[in-house]
C-alpha cells in the first residue's frame, strides 16, 4: 500500500460503455499522473496535472478524458474505447520539486475492452 | 526511438544465483530510478539515483549510476524467489522535471 489507491482494480467494458477510473491520494503531493501499460511496451506516460491544472497530455486520444477536482483525486473517463486500449492503467502521485522527485503508484486498474 | 533501453528483457535463475540488469541510452539523465513491480501490482519504488559514478547498496540490491550518467546497473547477490518481478529503470532528461521515461523493463523469475 503506497498512499495511492485506485478504483476499480479490474474492469470489463464494451466498446459503447462510459466508464470511470478513479485515483486518489492523501499523501499531500501536488502532482498526479495517468500512465498506460500494455504488454511487451514501456510505461506510457498519458496525462500530467500539476496543482489541479493539466501540464501535459501525450497525444492521448479524446477517448481518454482525464479530470482532477482537487490535487487529490484524478479522474480518466473512457468512452467510445478500442480492444487495443486493453492495459493496466497506473495512476501516480508526487511531491513536486528536484529532478530527483519520486513518483509513487497505486495498484492499477486492469482494463479490458471488449 | 526507445530511449532507455533494459537487458536482458528475461532472466530465469536459481536461488542463490547472482545476476545484473542493465539500462543504457544514449542520453544523459538528471536522474534515475530503479522500480520492482510484481504481477497485478503497480511499480514500487526501489532507490533514486542523481550522482554520475554513484553506487547505492538496499540489502542484496547494489545500484550504479554510470559516470557519464547515461547508464545504470542493479546486481542482485544471492537471488531469492521473493525477488521475482518486473524491473524498471526509468529516468529524467535534465531541464524536463515532469517527464518520468521508463525503460523497457527486465522480468526475473528466481525459482528455488
Known amino acids: 500500500e503506497t498512499g495511492v489507491t485506485q478504483t476499480p482494480r479490474h474492469l470489463v467494458m464494451g466498446m459503447t460503455n462510459k466508464k470511470s477510473l478513479k485515483c486518489e491520494q492523501h499523501?499531500?503531493?501536488?502532482?498526479m499522473y495517468w500512465y498506460k501499460q500494455s504488454a511487451k511496451k514501456p510505461l506510457e506516460l498519458m496525462f500530467v496535472?500539476?496543482?489541479?491544472?493539466?501540464?501535459e497530455n501525450n497525444s492521448v486520444p479524446s477517448r481518454f478524458s482525464p479530470e482532477c477536482p482537487n490535487s487529490s483525486h484524478l479522474f480518466l473517463h473512457l468512452h467510445t474505447l478500442q480492444p487495443e486500449d486493453s492495459a493496466l492503467y497506473l495512476c501516480a502521485s508526487s511531491q513536486g520539486g528536484g529532478t530527483g522527485r519520486s513518483i509513487l503508484f497505486g495498484q492499477g486498474t486492469r482494463l479490458t475492452v471488449v | 526511438t526507445q530511449l532507455l533501453e533494459q537487458s536482458p528483457q528475461f532472466l530465469s535463475i536459481q536461488e542463490g544465483e547472482n545476476l545484473t540488469v542493465y539500462c543504457n541510452s544514449s542520453s544523459v539523465f538528471s536522474s534515475l530510478q530503479w522500480y520492482r513491480q510484481e504481477p497485478g501490482e503497480g511499480p514500487v519504488l526501489l532507490v533514486t539515483v542523481v550522482t554520475g559514478g554513484e553506487v547505492k547498496k538496499l540489502k542484496r540490491l547494489t545500484f550504479q549510476f554510470g559516470d557519464a550518467r547515461k547508464d545504470s546497473s542493479l546486481h542482485i547477490t544471492a537471488a531469492q524467489p521473493g525477488d521475482t518481478g518486473l524491473y524498471l529503470c526509468?529516468?529524467?532528461?535534465?531541464?524536463?522535471?515532469?517527464?518520468?521515461?521508463f525503460g523497457t523493463g527486465t522480468r526475473l523469475q528466481v525459482t528455488l
Open positions: 496535472y500539476n496543482f489541479k491544472e493539466q501540464t
Open positions: 526509468a529516468a529524467r532528461k535534465t531541464g524536463t522535471a515532469s517527464k518520468l521515461t
Open positions: 499523501l499531500g503531493h501536488n502532482a
